[in-house]
């Protein structure tokens, strides 16, 4: 309810420096060439509904054109101290990301939702 009466509670509260700095940080975050011709490549090879257009299917939102100047930006934070073991050998940082993109339907409780390679308009992400 402070949120609704005062827009920017939470920057009148304790909020490190330091978490706001990774804020504007997320918000200005600017995707790679080769991410947005994904999504190009995406609506390119649509056949199956026609009308499909990045703005309809794989638009990026801009937080320069934001509707508003007020942003509400969630951060989580997770420090590992030690990275885990799988099958006896220590994983590096980047072994242990791919660990969980590849296995996450066996980290959560999929009674609630489960994740799958994207598998629509002629784009399949199985391999990957």
């Not at 920057?11 to 080769?34: E, F, G, R």
């Not at 939102?61 to 050998?89: C, H, K, R, W």
Request: net charge negative; charged share 20%.
């Amino acid at each position: 309810m402070q949120l609704a009466n005062k827009l920017f509670a939470l920057l009148d509260s304790d909020v490190p420096c330091d978490v706001i700095k990774k804020w504007l940080a997320t918000a200005k975050h600017k995707p790679q060439q080769s991410q947005l011709d994904k999504l190009d490549e995406i609506v390119r090879t649509t056949t199956m509904r026609p009308g499909i257009t990045t703005q309809t299917v794989a638009r990026l939102q801009d937080i320069d054109n934001a509707y508003s100047t007020v942003v509400n930006m969630d951060y989580f934070p997770v420090t590992i101290d030690q990275l885990p073991e799988v099958n006896g050998q220590r994983l590096t940082p980047q072994q242990f990301l791919r660990h969980i993109r590849t296995n996450i339907n066996y980290l959560i409780n999929t009674d609630y939702t489960e994740f799958e390679p994207y598998q629509w308009y002629s784009v399949n992400e199985t391999a990957l």
